[in-house]
T-cell receptor, first 114, second 115 residues
Framework: GDSVTQMEGPVTLSEEAFLTINCTYT??????LFWYVQYPGEGLQLLLK?????DKGSNKGFEATYRKETTSFHLEKGSVQVSDSAVYFC?????????????FGKGTTLSVSS | DTAVSQTPKYLVTQMGNDKSIKCEQN?????MYWYKQDSKKFLKIMFS???????INETVPNRFSPKSPDKAHLNLHINSLELGDSAVYFC??????????????FGPGTRLTVL
């Protein structure tokens, strides 16, 4: 079945460091891909998304490119801040139909220190 | 204005009790979902409804029963609570438009603790 694999955390960085969180997927067809972020004690917020190959999603300095050839959707940010400390989830939506559930990776915890 | 809201935010109860979690969305969406996040933060779909019709019903114990009185509400009732039900439950909604998959918007979560 469809699945998402994320790099294991936690990821610990200093402020202004470069961030990469790897995400690869297995899916039949052409899924949509998402990154969600969960700040401590809060719900999930959509960070960015891409719906077709070569699309680049971006938001708040974060970027991810839908790479069909490598089935990847890696999250990057050039300079992290302490406020970016959170759990990041890569997810896919396998079918373009109503009610399709998201399939999530296991999440990657990012901790940024000043 | 909160787009997707859940009540209560925290729920502590004893084994064997029956409890409900409520979810409301004011986004005008047609589709709503319940997800469960376990202690390792892994998220998994439980149910989804489209226009009050059940679309997804994963292998969830039948002690869990979703109810959708209208498009804006999807409640989750749990009978005979067990220790293993302790988790964070997230409600979400989306608007299917027939194009690329629409974004799901999540509520703040309900942390259920069964003692």
């Amino acid at each position: 079945g469809d699945s998402v694999t994320q790099m294991e955390g936690p990821v610990t960085l200093s402020e202004e460091a470069f961030l990469t969180i790897n995400c690869t997927y297995t899916a039949t067809g052409y899924p949509s891909l998402f990154w969600y972020v969960q700040y401590p004690g809060e719900g999930l917020q959509l960070l960015l998304k891409a719906t077709k190959a070569d699309d680049k999603g971006s938001n708040k300095g974060f970027e991810a490119t839908y790479r069909k050839e490598t089935t990847s959707f890696h999250l990057e940010k050039g300079s992290v801040q302490v406020s970016d400390s959170a759990v990041y989830f890569c997810a896919l939506s396998p079918l373009n139909q109503a009610g399709t559930a998201l399939i999530f990776g296991k999440g990657t915890t990012l901790s940024v220190s000043s | 204005d909160t787009a997707v809201s859940q009540t209560p935010k925290y729920l502590v109860t004893q084994m064997g009790n029956d409890k409900s979690i409520k979810c409301e969305q004011n986004l005008g969406h047609d589709t709503m979902y319940w997800y469960k996040q376990d202690s390792k933060k892994f998220l998994k779909i439980m149910f989804s409804y489209n226009n009050k019709e059940l679309i997804i019903n994963e292998t969830v114990p039948n002690r869990f029963s979703p109810k959708s009185p209208d498009k804006a509400h999807l409640n989750l009732h749990i009978n005979s609570l067990e220790l293993g039900d302790s988790a964070v439950y997230f409600c979400a909604s989306s608007q299917y438009s027939g194009g690329p998959t629409d974004t799901q918007y999540f509520g703040p979560g309900t942390r259920l603790t069964v003692l």
